[in-house]
């Protein structure tokens, strides 16, 4: 594959098949660790990447059993017309739980769509909504067939994420970022940020600090802390949500590290018991 090649995947390929393919190793390093750390291996051997791009949003509230949501009260998501995330809100705040689409978005991915009306492409980020129930952009007849990659043209890319055990979770927060560089300047970049929404989010006043400038220990400090500002954590999963935006800071600031040759990304999992 040349660095000017795009690269299509079915939405019915594995996630254990683009973990460990090489061409998505060597030139898609963020959406190959993503897909690595979904689940299980029986899971991912099993799972697409199509179904992790679509999966369902996640909320301490709707994840449980229905005699426990009875118990409590239905939430807005399922049976229920509040969400108890936020009782004043008129909307459901569970978050998007996939590992591939914040990776898929820091790429510049898109998405091939087909349904009654025909076919049409758009980009990954614009797949979704900021809503937990209405999560997906797509149109209901519309099935997601295909994953289309850009040509890597200089980009480099890293995925982190965070999790309470060292497989089978969801996460509760995935750091994607991806930086073109020409020599040692950031010429592009984006930073995408996993389970702090219902969407993946872009943090892109972060992302525009780092263009035309050279990755240094000072500029990774200062667009970490401005990584932090979007990262808007609610109390709706595993660990508290300060925690959460914290750690985005030191997976931001690390995943620069790893890009600019500064320092290992360290684990691609954070995983704590």
Known sequence: MAARDRLTLGAGTTLAAVAAHREIVTHYPALATAAGLVSSPQLRNMGTLGGNVCVDTR???????FEWRRA???????????????PGSPRCWAVSSSDTAPALVSLGAAVRLVGGGGERTVPLAALYH?????????????????????????WRSAYLKLRRRGSFDFPVL????????????VRDARIVLG?????PRLAEKAAAALVGRRLTPELIAAVAELAAGPSKPLDN??????????????????????????????RAVEAIA
């Open 195 to 199: 389970a702090v929404a219902s969407r």
């Open 59 to 65: 909320c301490n509230y709707y994840n449980q059993s």
């Open 237 to 266: 999963t595993d660990f508290t949500h300060p925690y959460r935006k914290k750690v985005t800071r030191v997976f931001v600031a690390r995943a620069l590290r790893a890009l600019g040759g500064l320092g290992d990304a360290g």
């Open 130 to 154: 900021d809503d937990g129930i209405e999560y997906l952009a797509k149109r209901r007849d519309e099935i997601v067939t295909d994953i289309l990659l850009p040509p890597v043209d200089g």
């Open 174 to 185: 995935g750091v994607a970022v991806a930086a073109r560089l020409e020599g040692a300047v």
């Open 72 to 86: 409590i009260g239905f939430c807005m998501k399922k049976d229920g017309d509040v969400c108890l995330v936020a």
